[in-house]
């Protein structure tokens, strides 16, 4: 999704900025621009769509300056060219924006400001902002003033920053609904969309909260929250100063081909990693800081909705199955952008647990607000500490599985899953109805998934490599699981499509003969999971039914099924795991499939074409 950067300090503001933007690629974008002010108030606009590079070329010739802002545009209003992508300018060209989000009502401003003389150059809905601070800054005595009173004009949602002509020495930025973050470094300040943006300059960060604006000079800064009126004042706040605990090598491939293929080989570390300091494997206790405080509230909690989107949606999938079996708590899993159109029905006992890699995910956020607003409970499993999700939530836990930088969703699922697992083993002991045993023994095998995952990326990496390079040029792929490993196969499809372009479907096995099945030709190939598990025979049935129309099997077996080795084209293996807890490395073949299919196909894994890492529109 789009990403802004802004800088004022000492050094090379546009070198700097145009760095930042570089680190937000991997975000998605279709266009960039970079906008700049010298100390005498002369500024500078470069843009161009398409990569960051062609603008870097257009930037040769700005002269240094100390102020800077930039932007990564993800078209949502106005197709993807010079004219749309940001930043945008007003009338004068004095007053430059940078916006991620989205103005509900840019027609009637737009409308207004047109009759009033404004004219507009861009199809976007964040030129409007623009134009309103140059009209408001006509009257008030700041920029800060101007800014403030434009966004009470503004319905929907903006992370935003501003720099002026006629103010050379500031950089303004604000939030509603949009992430920012401001950056302290040594005598300079950083605005970022993203902490990945500014993490090369400092780790000391301030997340701004949804209607505050930060104001800086080379010396100064100040945190104010918006005026709710063009006649309201803003109020000057405080805020904590965070650090952030991940660097920039962090964020880099060490070595593999794709941030993608990267994060698939940390499974072992992110499995770790969650579960790190929750396992008291011997007494079949979970421990979590993040929920103990509120242990009263969670042991009235009569039911479970998670709500996510895509990958996250898929993850609480195997959630409720957790919950169900290990907590016996009634559990749903909804997906984000659908929960508030339900209407959802919930009360003070509904814990809502919001499932979320970027913790900005805008459907998701909404979906917290409208369970808060309706008295429920609200939880999350975020990755991004900070993140608005993880900030909004009134209790939760962070998956730590590290800077997630490929589109494509892979250690993070992992890595949910494992706080899934564990959350809802918490539950049940916490309602007693998991015995301290039998919670002991599935910790106990939980803490042994690190070492088989290492194992299992080693051994099935072979097999995987040839069912991919036998099938990666079809059209059509079925993926099918049963029970617990149904989200699995929901979520190896998703890959598959996502990332190498191939139509693919998960289904239910089970579901097959009540409509897919139809599709079924010589040759269509389908990816069975199917472990030595309670269903296992149905989905041998399954397996029976698809080949008897000429399907073509890939089966995700368990290590000594000898029997799956007649029926399937394909056979790549899996160690035996407890049911319910398969789902946390049944997963890895799929996403290892889906890789090197796309790989094969001559895709860039990591930036798919359409796709944004982070969703911050509904
Ligand atoms: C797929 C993928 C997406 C995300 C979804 C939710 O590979 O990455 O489906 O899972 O956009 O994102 P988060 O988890 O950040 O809320």
Not at 311 to 340: C, I, M, N, Q
């Amino acid at each position: 999704m789009c990403g802004i950067v802004g800088y004022i300090g000492r050094r090379d503001a546009v070198g700097i900025a145009l760095k930042g933007l570089k680190r937000l690629e991997y975000r998605g974008y279709d266009s960039a621009g970079i906008a700049s002010c010298d100390a005498k108030g002369v500024v500078f606009l470069e843009k161009s769509p398409g990569k960051i590079a062609s603008l870097e070329r257009k930037l040769k010739h700005i002269p240094p300056s100390i102020l800077a802002i930039g932007h990564t545009r993800w078209a949502t209003h106005g197709e993807p060219n010079f004219e749309n992508a940001h930043p945008h300018a007003d009338c004068k060209n004095e007053i430059f924006i940078a916006h991620n989000g989205i103005i509900e009502n840019h027609e009637t401003i737009r409308a207004a400001l047109t009759q009033e003389g404004h004219s507009f150059r861009s199809r976007t809905d964040s030129e409007v902002v623009a134009h309103l601070v140059e009209r408001e800054r006509a009257s008030a005595s700041t920029l800060e003033e101007a800014v403030t009173r434009a966004l009470s004009y503004v319905e929907g949602t903006f992370g935003l920053a501003v720099i002026s002509a006629r103010e050379p020495k500031k950089l303004i930025g604000a939030r509603r609904g949009s992430p920012l973050l401001v950056g302290l470094g040594k005598k300079e300040y950083l605005l970022a969309s993203d902490a990945a943006a500014i993490i090369g300059r400092t780790r000391r960060v301030i997340y701004l909260d949804d209607n505050e604006m930060a104001v800086f000079t080379p010396s100064s800064k100040k945190i104010f929250t918006l005026a709710h009126s063009p006649s309201g004042a803003h109020k000057e706040i405080e805020k904590d100063v965070r650090t952030i605990d991940w660097t920039v090598e962090d964020s880099q491939k060490e070595g593999f081909g794709s941030f993608m293929e990267k994060e698939i080989f940390e499974a072992p570390l992110v499995i770790e990693n969650a579960l790190r300091g929750h396992v008291l494997a011997k007494a079949g206790e979970v421990k979590f800081g993040g929920l103990d405080m509120m242990r009263d509230r969670l042991s009235q909690t009569n039911r479970v909705i998670f709500v996510g989107c895509g990958t996250s949606h898929y993850a609480s999938l195997v959630g409720k199955y957790f919950f169900e079996t290990f907590a016996r708590l009634p559990a749903e899993a909804v997906l984000a952008s659908e929960f508030r159109y339900q209407p959802p029905v919930m009360d003070g006992k509904t814990a809502v647990f919001a499932i979320s890699q970027s913790g900005e995910t805008a459907d998701t956020l909404e979906a917290v607000r409208e369970a808060k607003r309706k008295g429920a409970l609200t939880l999350g499993i975020v990755n991004v500490v900070g993140s608005s999700i993880a900030r909004e939530v009134q209790a939760g836990v962070y998956n730590h599985a590290g800077p997630e930088i490929a589109v494509a969703s892979t250690k993070a699922f992992i890595s949910q899953l494992c706080v899934l697992a564990l959350s809802a083993i918490y539950f049940g002991r916490l309602r007693k109805t998991l015995a301290a045993l039998e919670a002991s023994a599935v910790l106990s095998e939980l803490l042994s998934y690190p070492a088989r995952a290492r194992r299992l990326l080693t051994d099935a990496r072979s097999d995987v490599d040839r069912a991919a390079e036998a099938y990666h040029k079809v059209d059509h792929f079925f993926f099918l699981g049963r029970r617990y490993n149904w989200p699995v196969a929901l979520e190896g499809a998703l890959k598959l499509k996502e990332i190498s372009y191939i139509h693919a479907e998960g289904y239910a096995a089970g579901e097959m003969k009540h409509g897919p099945l139809a599709l079924v030709n010589a040759g269509f190939p389908a990816f069975m999971v199917i472990p030595r598990d309670s269903v296992y025979e149905k989905t041998v049935s399954n397996i029976q039914e698809l080949k008897a129309r000429g399907a073509k099997i890939i089966a995700l077996a368990t290590e000594g099924d000898d029997a799956i080795a007649k029926l399937a084209d394909h056979v790549i293996r899996i160690p035996k795991l407890r049911e319910e807890l398969s789902p946390i490395l049944s997963v890895i073949p799929l996403q290892l499939f889906a890789h090197r299919a796309a790989v094969l196909r001559g895709c860039d894994v990591d930036r798919p074409r359409n796709l944004a890492k982070s969703v911050t529109v509904e």
